[in-house]
T-cell receptor, first 113, second 110 residues
Framework: DAEITQSPRHKITETGRQVTLACHQTWNHNNMFWYRQDLGHGLRLIHYSYGVHDTNKGEVSDGYSVSRSNTEDLPLTLESAASSQTSVYFC????????????FGPGTRLTVL | AQSVAQPEDQVNVAEGNPLTVKCTYSVSGNPYLFWYVQYPNRGLQFLLKYITGDNLVKGSYGFEAEFNKSQTSFHLKKPSALVSDSALYFCAVRDIKLSFGAGTTVTVRA
């Protein structure tokens, strides 16, 4: 069965370190997204991609970057982790149509000390 | 700018009773509306969507939602709630991107 996976599921890091969160989907979807979930804010879009070599900034992109070298993967990098980036991060993917539902990964809980 | 509001942080109902989770939206163009559910320690799961057509949309797990253009609402409903429906529910609106509400925690007591 097709799926979307994230790794690691839990990560503790220190302020200033570079951190990369992995996202891998086997749906063969063109669209991929990264969100962060914080209490009282719902999900906020960090970055998204509509295909290989395409990346776009979302509403909370400062301090984050992504790259899309193939269809299956969209890694999220925190260049220099800050305590404000402690959150739960979700990756999602969808088919090409912008009105198609998104399929979400299980999430990564990141703690920045 | 597009946005959705979920006016209730929490909804508590008894098993077997009707369940309603409220959502209102604001968009400049046509509203494309979604409901997702999140169970503890899991990612979000799609429930249903409104794109066009009938105002009553049926989705997964016995849920339905009613689109009301005059009231700019898209409330999620289930005629008879189950304990297993206890979860966090998100309304979302799609314009250029998908924007989520803050979520409503539903607790169904036995």
């Amino acid at each position: 069965d097709a799926e979307i996976t994230q790794s690691p599921r839990h990560k503790i890091t220190e302020t200033g370190r570079q951190v990369t969160l992995a996202c891998h989907q086997t749906w063969n979807h063109n669209n991929m997204f990264w969100y962060r979930q914080d209490l009282g804010h719902g999900l906020r879009l960090i970055h998204y991609s509509y295909g290989v070599h395409d990346t776009n900034k979302g509403e909370v992109s400062d301090g984050y970057s992504v790259s899309r070298s193939n269809t299956e993967d969209l890694p999220l990098t925190l260049e220099s982790a800050a305590s404000s980036q402690t959150s739960v991060y979700f990756c999602a993917s969808s088919e090409e149509g912008l009105l198609d539902e998104q399929f979400f990964g299980p999430g990564t809980r990141l703690t920045v000390l | 700018a597009q946005s959705v509001a979920q006016p209730e942080d929490q909804v508590n109902v008894a098993e077997g009773n009707p369940l309603t989770v409220k959502c209102t939206y604001s968009v400049s163009g046509n509203p494309y509306l979604f409901w997702y559910v999140q169970y503890p320690n899991r990612g979000l799961q799609f429930l249903l969507k409104y794109i066009t057509g009938d105002n009553l949309v049926k989705g997964s797990y016995g849920f339905e939602a009613e689109f009301n253009k005059s009231q700019t609402s898209f409330h999620l409903k289930k005629p008879s709630a189950l304990v297993s429906d206890s979860a966090l529910y998100f309304c979302a609106v799609r314009d250029i991107k998908l924007s989520f509400g803050a979520g409503t925690t539903v607790t169904v007591r036995a």
